[in-house]
C-alpha cells in the first residue's frame, strides 16, 4: 500500500474557534486511529490551532486556496487526494479542486436562508445531523452522503488556561480589520488588568447556562427578546453565559437581557468547559432553524447536565426528553408560554434528569461510533458513480 495514499488534506480556514474547529480536532483524532494522516490548511490568523493538540496533523498556515491547490498538484500520484473542507469553496475553485482531487466536504451549518454554489462541485457532502442533509437535499442536491456524522463530546482542555478553576473572560472576540475593534480590543483587556478576575461559584436558586460562542446563529438577542420577561418573574433564576462573539452579536445580547441584568453574569471564552457543565442546573439551547447539532448540548449531557432545548431539529436528533432534558415550544410561536410552565415545573421541584443513564443514547456520541461512521462514510467516497478507476484505486487504501 503506498503511504501517500493515507493521507487526507483538510482545509479550515476560520479564523475564530466555534464547533467546527472542535469537530475538526476530534476528526482528525479519528481519521489517525483509522490510519489516515491528516496535513491541515488553516488561516495564519487562527494561533488556537496551536493550543488544540492536534498532535495526528501537520498545519500548515496558507494564506490562499492558490497555495493549498498547487501542494495538491505537488508530485503526481496514482490516486487523487482526498480533500476535506470545513467551509464551501467558492465555485470556480471547488470547480477546479474537483478536478484534480476528491473533494468532500462537511456541512457544518444548514442551508437555511444560503445556497452557497460551490457545494454543486462536491464529490461528496457529510451532513453532521439529518437537520443539515435534509436542508441540501431540500436544495436539489444528490451529492449528499445519507446517513448524519453527528460528533462527539470532545471535552480535552482547550486552551493554556485550562486548569479546572473558571475564570471570567472578555466576552467580545475583536476583529482587528475594522478600526473599532482595534480600539477596544487594546483598551478593554488592559481595563481588566486593573480589577481582580472573578472566579465562578455557583449563586442560590436554579441555574442555566449558555456554553456556546455568541454568534448570529445562535439567534439568542431574538430568543432573550421573548423570554428574558418569562426570567423576570423569576428572580431566584441565574443565567450564566460562558462563551464569545462579535461586538455586536455580544451587544445585542445584552440589550436583549436588560431587563434581568442583574440575574445575568458573562464569563467570556472558557478553555475548559468540563469544569463548566457539572456547576449547572440545566444547559439551555438557542433557535433552532440556523444551528447543524448542538455539540454543547451533548457534552452537557455526557457531563451528566440535562438540557432545555427548542423542540425542533437538530436538538430532537440530540435529546431525548425526561432522560436527558426537556423540550418547549420554539417562543417565537407562543410568546414563551411553554418555556415559562417548564419553569415553573422546575422551579416546583421536577426530578432532575440524569443523562448519563441515557447510555444508549450517549453511546451514539463516542468516539468509537463516530469512527465507525466515519470510515463508512469514507468507503462510500469510493463508491460515488463516473470516476470508477479512481474509486477503485481509492477504495484499496480505505
Same mark, same amino acid.
Given at each position: 500500500?503506498?503511504?501517500?495514499?493515507? !493521507?487526507?488534506?483538510?482545509?479550515?480556514?476560520?479564523?475564530?474557534?466555534?464547533?467546527?474547529?472542535?469537530?475538526?480536532?476530534?476528526?482528525?483524532?479519528?481519521?489517525?486511529?483509522?490510519?489516515?494522516?491528516?496535513?491541515?490548511?488553516?488561516?495564519?490568523?487562527?494561533?488556537?490551532?496551536?493550543?488544540?493538540?492536534?498532535?495526528?496533523?501537520?498545519?500548515?498556515?496558507?494564506?490562499?486556496?492558490?497555495?493549498?491547490?498547487?501542494?495538491?498538484?505537488?508530485?503526481?500520484?496514482?490516486?487523487?487526494? !482526498?480533500?476535506? @473542507?470545513?467551509?464551501?469553496?467558492?465555485?470556480?475553485?471547488?470547480?477546479?479542486?474537483?478536478?484534480?482531487?476528491?473533494? @468532500?466536504?462537511?456541512?457544518?451549518?444548514?442551508?437555511?436562508?444560503?445556497?452557497?454554489?460551490?457545494?454543486?462541485?462536491?464529490?461528496?457532502?457529510?451532513?453532521?445531523?439529518?437537520?443539515?442533509?435534509?436542508?441540501?437535499?431540500?436544495?436539489?442536491?444528490?451529492?449528499?452522503?445519507?446517513?448524519?456524522?453527528?460528533?462527539?463530546?470532545?471535552?480535552?482542555?482547550?486552551?493554556?488556561?485550562?486548569?479546572?478553576?473558571?475564570?471570567?473572560?472578555?466576552?467580545?472576540?475583536?476583529?482587528?480589520?475594522?478600526?473599532?475593534?482595534?480600539?477596544?480590543?487594546?483598551?478593554?483587556?488592559?481595563?481588566?488588568?486593573?480589577?481582580?478576575?472573578?472566579?465562578?461559584?455557583?449563586?442560590?436558586?436554579?441555574?442555566?447556562?449558555?456554553?456556546?460562542?455568541?454568534?448570529?446563529?445562535?439567534?439568542?438577542?431574538?430568543?432573550?427578546?421573548?423570554?428574558?420577561?418569562?426570567?423576570?418573574?423569576?428572580?431566584?433564576?441565574?443565567?450564566?453565559?460562558?462563551?464569545?462573539?462579535?461586538?455586536?452579536?455580544?451587544?445585542?445580547?445584552?440589550?436583549?437581557?436588560?431587563?434581568?441584568?442583574?440575574?445575568?453574569?458573562?464569563?467570556?471564552?472558557?478553555?475548559?468547559?468540563?469544569?463548566?457543565?457539572?456547576?449547572?442546573?440545566?444547559?439551555?439551547?438557542?433557535?433552532?432553524?440556523?444551528?447543524?447539532?448542538?455539540?454543547? !448540548?451533548?457534552?452537557?449531557?455526557?457531563?451528566?447536565?440535562?438540557?432545555?432545548?427548542?423542540?425542533?431539529?437538530?436538538?430532537?436528533?440530540?435529546?431525548?426528553?425526561?432522560?436527558?432534558?426537556?423540550?418547549?415550544?420554539?417562543?417565537?410561536?407562543?410568546?414563551?408560554?411553554?418555556?415559562?410552565?417548564?419553569?415553573?415545573?422546575?422551579?416546583?421541584?421536577?426530578?432532575?434528569?440524569?443523562?448519563?443513564?441515557?447510555?444508549?443514547?450517549?453511546?451514539?456520541?463516542?468516539?468509537?461510533?463516530?469512527?465507525?461512521?466515519?470510515?463508512?462514510?469514507?468507503?462510500?467516497?469510493? *463508491?460515488?458513480?463516473?470516476?470508477? *478507476?479512481?474509486?477503485?484505486? !481509492?477504495?484499496?487504501?480505505?
Amino acid at each position: 500500500m503506498d503511504p501517500e495514499g493515507r !493521507l487526507v488534506y483538510q482545509i479550515n480556514l476560520q479564523e475564530g474557534m466555534g464547533g467546527g474547529e472542535i469537530f475538526t480536532r476530534f476528526l482528525t483524532a479519528a481519521l489517525h486511529t483509522l490510519g489516515w494522516r491528516t496535513k491541515l490548511f488553516v488561516s495564519p490568523r487562527a494561533s488556537f490551532w496551536r493550543e488544540l493538540a492536534l498532535g495526528a496533523a501537520t498545519v500548515v498556515p496558507v494564506r490562499t486556496l492558490g497555495e493549498i491547490e498547487a501542494q495538491l498538484e505537488g508530485p503526481k500520484q496514482a490516486t487523487k487526494a !482526498l480533500v476535506i @473542507t470545513h467551509s464551501v469553496l467558492p465555485p470556480d475553485e471547488a470547480e477546479r479542486f474537483a478536478l484534480h482531487s476528491l473533494l @468532500t466536504g462537511f456541512v457544518h451549518m444548514p442551508l437555511y436562508e444560503r445556497f452557497p454554489e460551490g457545494l454543486r462541485h462536491y464529490r461528496l457532502l457529510f451532513g453532521v445531523s439529518e437537520h443539515v442533509i435534509a436542508s441540501i437535499r431540500s436544495r436539489g442536491l444528490a451529492n449528499v452522503y445519507a446517513q448524519p456524522l453527528y460528533g462527539i463530546a470532545d471535552l480535552a482542555p482547550r486552551g493554556a488556561s485550562a486548569g479546572g478553576t473558571v475564570r471570567a473572560a472578555s466576552p467580545y472576540d475583536w476583529d482587528r480589520r475594522k478600526l473599532r475593534d482595534r480600539l477596544l480590543g487594546a483598551i478593554v483587556p488592559l481595563a481588566s488588568t486593573l480589577v481582580p478576575r472573578r472566579v465562578f461559584a455557583k449563586r442560590p436558586g436554579l441555574t442555566l447556562g449558555i456554553v456556546s460562542r455568541i454568534t448570529p446563529i445562535k439567534q439568542f438577542p431574538t430568543m432573550f427578546a421573548i423570554l428574558a420577561g418569562v426570567l423576570a418573574r423569576c428572580p431566584w433564576l441565574n443565567l450564566e453565559i460562558f462563551g464569545s462573539g462579535g461586538y455586536a452579536s455580544v451587544r445585542d445580547l445584552k440589550s436583549a437581557l436588560a431587563p434581568i441584568e442583574r440575574q445575568v453574569r458573562f464569563w467570556g471564552q472558557q478553555d475548559d468547559v468540563a469544569a463548566i457543565y457539572p456547576q449547572l442546573d440545566y444547559v439551555l439551547s438557542g433557535l433552532p432553524e440556523k444551528e447543524a447539532l448542538g455539540l454543547n !448540548l451533548i457534552e452537557a449531557q455526557c457531563c451528566g447536565t440535562p438540557v432545555l432545548a427548542v423542540r425542533a431539529p437538530p436538538f430532537t436528533e440530540t435529546v431525548i426528553e425526561h432522560q436527558t432534558g426537556f423540550f418547549f415550544t420554539d417562543p417565537r410561536e407562543d410568546r414563551g408560554e411553554s418555556f415559562a410552565r417548564l419553569l415553573e415545573r422546575l422551579s416546583a421541584g421536577a426530578a432532575r434528569p440524569d443523562p448519563r443513564r441515557a447510555t444508549a443514547h450517549l453511546e451514539r456520541f463516542s468516539i468509537a461510533a463516530f469512527r465507525e461512521r466515519l470510515a463508512r462514510a469514507l468507503s462510500a467516497v469510493a *463508491q460515488v458513480p463516473n470516476q470508477a *478507476q479512481v474509486s477503485a484505486t !481509492l477504495s484499496r487504501t480505505l
